[in-house]
């Protein structure tokens, strides 16, 4: 087969990969720039409660949009499946039902916005400087919620459909048009706190207007017109709620699993808090990195899935599982090696530099052990299989909080980092046993196929 179509010849499999996995990770590694700039800029707007205030703005989007994070997976997995079968209807048809999912939830929160952030806000804290702040930058910002939100279903469409370069430049867009924003609105209109939010709306709006284009562009010819009906057909809606649910209550597992570990740090101290806080960037910087292949993997086991081919599917996971854990062997080898002195430019304050210094080989490590979960994520959102995903991560969440109240006791701080590795393990090992279910449910797809 040739390298435009959904499933590699049986030599083309690591380049297949690579090919997927390197802008993605690229794309992702953009993200992290983004927040630079804007904290930079909120840094020399005159006081530390301007940082904060963007700061708060940027966790309540965080908790926000990440929420509804299954507008991109759940796209990509129905996607990949439809591309993989070569059924350009139900591919096309999936699309404008994500996309109009994206509107709704994005209009619902226009509709909730005052309630909304007043209620975020006022539970994540902050002081009344910061709150204040905090609410400019949000109302500035929230206004492109549908486009932000709709970037998701673009997004996931063009990693479902394998056009991963077209996905690159997509968020190198989104993320060069907030550069040039914050600082004309900052710097060139005065708008402070105001317009670093606005730059924000500014970059997702033109970030849709872009992936609009390219889905009108890229849009399936010569099929008849879209007709209603098919649209809200019971069966095809039925699915679609089921797979966004089941994602995003196993999101809401795992953000619960990273806000039990913050609020256990936040109690042994100050010191502690912040090492760990800054302990979790390098978590952060190799979950963007290592999702590279986790979504190279959801693209080829969707599209395998779609072409009933097994051993499509069995490629899929091997080739991936070797680059994805080469990788993590990767940012664990840098960590240990290099963690030190990465410790000693993101912080000066000399006892968080102790604090996590002492815990660094827990970080380390981390790779090595999250690798797994990470790309059994990416099997199971291609497959759609996202019941399992979500049971496998409550399971695992219920791990976390067992280990973390026998470990923290007698272990302190260590303890914690064990009980949360011991998390990072409980994703894979409770997904692997599963993939029987797959490769059966494949192969039984095939023989009802047949003739």
Sequence with gaps: MSENLALPTRGGWHRRVLVLAFPIVLANLTQPILGAVDTAVAGHLGSAADLGGVALGGLFFNCVFWGFGFLRMGTTGLVAQAFGADDQPSLRANVVRALLLAFGIGALILLMQSPLIHYVLELIGGSDEVQRNARIYCHAR???????????VVLGYLLGTQRVRIALISQVLINVVNVIAVLAYVYGFGWGIAGIGAATATADTMGFAFGAAVLWHLRPRNLAPL??????????????????????????CLLGSFGWFAHVGARQGDAILAANALLLNFQTFMAYGLDGFAHATEALVGAAIGARDRDAFRQAVKVNLFWAVLGALGFSVVYWGAGTWIITQLTDQPAVRAAAQTFLPWAAL???????????????????????????????????LVASWALVGPFGNHGLWMALLIFMAARGLT??????????????????QAP
């Design 142 to 152: 929230i206004g492109s919620a549908p486009f932000a939100l709709a970037n998701y």
């Design 227 to 252: 007709a209603w009906r098919t649209i809200v057909e019971p069966a095809a809606l039925k699915r679609l709620v089921a797979i966004n649910r089941d994602i995003f209550l196993r999101t809401m």
């Design 366 to 400: 981390s790779p090595l052990i999250s690798v797994w979960g990470f790309l059994l994520d990416g099997v199971f959102i291609g497959a759609t299989r996202t019941r399992e995903l979500m049971q496998a991560m409550a399971a695992s969440l219920l791990v976390f």
């Design 431 to 448: 997904l692997s046993p599963l993939l029987p279910r797959i490769t059966g449910a494949i192969q039984a797809a095939k023989v009802k």
